[in-house]
């Protein structure tokens, strides 16, 4: 089955700096790779997602690139704000019909300081 | 707001009883997700019915169950609990049959197993 390896675990910049996380997955036929925001205490929030079709995806602030050669891929968030402050989890799902599911990354704990 | 319900938001019980959680989807939405959350596992799925059947099944002991009924709303059976029970309970909607459309997830139910 899928694998998906997060990192880093936590992270911590400067308001205002930019921020990178960072996954990797192990099933070459996973084409849809989801990004979630969970603040403490709430629902995981779907921000951004990509397919395996495109290379890259912007959001205002956010951004997310794939390379499905290296089977890597990274969200970026600029211009980093204190409501930026969460856990960030990917995900990774082949297409694989009745047998799909969302594999997650262990998360990343982001903390934006004044 | 995420369009998706669950109660109760808190439950608190003994080791070896069985409780039941409930969630009901986006209006529109014909696939629930259920995903549980401890602190050292991350976001594990468990099952997923779409329309009413059984589409996909994760990590989900013999000791829990659950169904979807025809109004679309899920509910899941957690029977024998034990104190690795404890964990934040989540169900996500999306609109078709396979994980790679949109997830959208509820607020959680916070399951104590004491």
């Known amino acids: 089955g899928e694998n998906v390896e997060q990192h880093p675990s936590t992270l911590s910049v400067q308001e205002g700096d930019s921020a990178v996380i960072k996954c990797t997955y192990s099933?070459?036929?996973?084409?849809?790779f989801p990004w979630y925001k969970q603040e403490l205490g709430k629902r995981p929030q779907l921000i951004i997602d990509i397919r395996s079709n495109v290379g890259e995806k912007k959001d205002q602030r956010i951004a997310v690139t794939l390379n499905k050669t290296a089977k890597h891929f990274s969200l970026h968030i600029t211009e980093t704000q204190p409501e930026d402050s969460a856990v960030y989890f990917c995900a990774a799902t082949p297409f694989t019909g009745t047998a799909s599911k969302l594999t997650f990354g262990t998360g990343t704990r982001l903390q934006v300081t004044l | 707001d995420s369009g998706v319900t669950q109660t109760p938001k808190h439950l608190i019980t003994a080791t070896g009883q069985r409780v039941t959680l409930r969630c009901s989807p986006r209006s529109g939405d014909l696939s629930v997700y259920w995903y549980q959350q401890s602190l050292d596992q991350g976001l594990q799925f468990l099952i997923q019915?779409?329309?009413?059947?059984?589409?996909a099944k994760g990590n989900i002991l013999e000791r829990f169950s659950a169904q979807q009924f025809p109004d679309l709303h899920s509910e899941l059976n957690l029977s024998s609990l034990e104190l690795g029970d404890s964990a934040l309970y989540f169900c996500a909607s999306s609109v078709g049959p396979d994980a790679n459309y949109e997830q959208y997830f509820g607020p959680g139910t916070r399951l104590t197993v004491t």
């Open positions: 019915y779409y329309n009413g059947e059984e589409r």
């Open positions: 099933d070459s036929a996973s084409n849809y």
